[in-house]
C-alpha cells in the first residue's frame, strides 16, 4: 500500500492568498484527521471524518480554515485567505475506525505551509 | 487544549543504555498511543495500550498505564543510534474525540 498521500509537501505563499492541501488516506481506512504542527503549539486536531462525515471540527481556527471530503480516497483542507500565523506543517492521517479514533492512525508526510 | 504532557522534553543517552519517557495526562481514557517522529517526517505509530492493560510489549519496547495516576511510561531498551526522533503519547477519550497528542520528548542517542 502506498500509505496516506498529501500534496503539495512545500508550498510558499503570500499572506491573502488561498492555500489548498491535499490528502488521500490508505484504501479502506473510513477515518481522515486533519493535524496542524508547530513549535509552540505542538500537534493539534484541526478536524477529522468518519465515513467521510465531518465529525468533530472544533479545532478548526477559524472561519478561514474549511475542510472537505468528497468522497472516501480524498480530502482537501482550506485556508483563505491565509496568514504569517498558519505557518506549520499540516499533516493528514487515516485509520479503520468504529468513529473515534479507536485504533492507529497512519500518517502522511506532512504539507510544510510558509506564508509571508 | 492538549490532553497529554511528556516528560522530560529531551533526553540525551549513550548508545546502549535505556529510555524511560512518560506521558501524563488529564481526563479519564479509552486507549492510549505512543508515536515516533523522525525529523522532517510523518509520525509513526509504536504502540497502543487499552484502558483496562497495565502493561505491553513490542519487541524493544515496553509500555505502562498507571489509570489511577494519569500516567504511562515508554521504555525502550538497549537504544540505538536510529532510535534518536522525537516520541509522542496520544490519548482517546472515546466517543466523538479524536486523538489528542503531547508536545512530544526529543531523544537523542549518542553513538
Known amino acids: 500500500d502506498a500509505g496516506v498521500i498529501q500534496s503539495p509537501r512545500h508550498e510558499v505563499t503570500e499572506m491573502g492568498q488561498e492555500v489548498t492541501l491535499r490528502c488521500k488516506p490508505i484504501s479502506g481506512h473510513n477515518s481522515l484527521f486533519w493535524y496542524r504542527q508547530t513549535m509552540m503549539r505542538g500537534l493539534e486536531l484541526l478536524i477529522y471524518f468518519n465515513n467521510n462525515v465531518p465529525i468533530d471540527d472544533s479545532g478548526m481556527p477559524e472561519d478561514r480554515f474549511s475542510a472537505k471530503m468528497p468522497n472516501a480516497s480524498f480530502s482537501t483542507l482550506k485556508i483563505q485567505p491565509s496568514e504569517p500565523r498558519d505557518s506549520a506543517v499540516y499533516f493528514c492521517?487515516?485509520?479503520?475506525?468504529?468513529?473515534?479514533?479507536?485504533?492507529?492512525?497512519?500518517f502522511g508526510e506532512g504539507s510544510r505551509l510558509t506564508v509571508l | 487544549s492538549q490532553q497529554g504532557e511528556e516528560d522530560p522534553q529531551a533526553l540525551s543517552i549513550q548508545e546502549g543504555e535505556n529510555a524511560t519517557m512518560n506521558c501524563s495526562y488529564k481526563?479519564?481514557?479509552?486507549?492510549l498511543q505512543w508515536y515516533r517522529q523522525n525529523s522532517g517526517r510523518g509520525l509513526v505509530h509504536l504502540i497502543l495500550?487499552?484502558?483496562?492493560?497495565r502493561e505491553k510489549h513490542s519487541g524493544r519496547l515496553r509500555v505502562t498505564l498507571d489509570t489511577s495516576k494519569k500516567s504511562s511510561s515508554l521504555l525502550i531498551t538497549a537504544s540505538r543510534a536510529a532510535d534518536t526522533a522525537s516520541y509522542f503519547c496520544a490519548t482517546e477519550r472515546g466517543g466523538a474525540d479524536g486523538l489528542t497528542f503531547g508536545k512530544g520528548t526529543h531523544l537523542i542517542i549518542q553513538p
Open positions: 481526563t479519564s481514557i479509552n486507549n
Open positions: 492521517a487515516s485509520s479503520v475506525s468504529s468513529g473515534g479514533a479507536d485504533g492507529e492512525l497512519f
Open positions: 495500550i487499552r484502558s483496562n492493560e
